[in-house]
């Protein structure tokens, strides 16, 4: 990855993921890789790379190297979720110690991409399967489950912080809207501007995935406090005429 250093696009990724001093991606560090290139990556050396040497991936400086171990961890967990292995309790132990290995580095996923390309297929899938973690025998242990995201939630770390709002992604693709509407009422007054987005992109895609009625009677509730970059992304799917309306209240 470092043979590939573009210096020209390293510029670019440092003032559109804002690392000058200051801004909330202040002290990364990037080669000016995109992301295909990482993906390349990823690809060619995702069948060698075993699980203990992501780490070294996580620890480092480069922004696009971390992004290499975070898709490295999707890898591994989403062979291990096929429907065929869905209830191996080998496969559900290997997809725990993936998960347990993504949360101890966390704040290594120190920018919103880290976060976006990685947490709902890692720990927004894993909530919908069964695991070990939280009561020794293999369930759905629910209340786990919630005390695992909520520990992200009510952290004082931003990007931790995005992981339990974006990971409802993959549940609410499922079926699911209850993570989603859980989290959203959890970061409603979030005074960050990466969160106002985050809840109104994981609101929209509730209510494009689940039901839109769902939606507005999140709406009904809420739209009079939510911040309006949140509110802005939750209606987005809907009609001119509706949009109006919700942005007028």
């Known amino acids: 990855m470092e043979s590939q250093r573009d210096d020209v696009q390293r510029a670019n990724l440092m003032r559109f993921f804002k690392t000058a001093p200051g801004q909330y991606g202040h002290g990364d560090e990037f080669l000016g890789l995109k992301v295909p290139q990482t993906r390349e990556v990823v ?41 065929s292995k869905e209830d191996n309790l080998e496969a559900i132990r290997l997809r725990d110690e993936i998960l347990l290995l993504y949360l101890r580095y966390a704040e290594r996923a120190n920018n919103w991409d880290l976060v976006d390309l990685s947490v709902h297929k890692i720990l927004g899938h894993w909530l919908l399967l069964p695991t070990c973690i939280g009561g020794g025998e293999v369930g759905q242990h629910i209340d786990h489950k919630i005390h695992v995201v909520d520990e992200l939630a009510y952290s004082d770390n931003l990007w931790r912080q995005r992981m339990s709002m974006v990971c409802t992604w993959k549940t609410s693709q499922q079926g699911d809207p209850s993570w989603c509407l859980r989290y959203a009422e959890i970061h409603l007054h979030h005074p960050h501007d990466l969160m106002h987005k985050a809840v109104g992109w994981m609101l929209r895609e509730m209510g494009k995935r689940v039901s839109m009625d769902l939606l507005r009677d999140f709406l009904s509730s809420h739209a009079h406090e939510m911040h309006r970059t949140t509110l802005r992304y939750a209606i987005e799917q809907m009609s001119d005429d509706e949009r109006y309306e919700w942005l007028r209240r």
Do not use: I, N
Not at 63 to 76: N, S
């Open 43 to 83: 690809k060619a050396v995702a069948k060698e790379t075993e699980l203990d040497e992501v780490p070294e991936l996580l620890m480092s400086p480069w922004h696009e190297v971390r992004l290499c171990g975070f898709l490295l961890l999707v890898y591994h967990f989403e062979k291990q979720s096929v429907k």
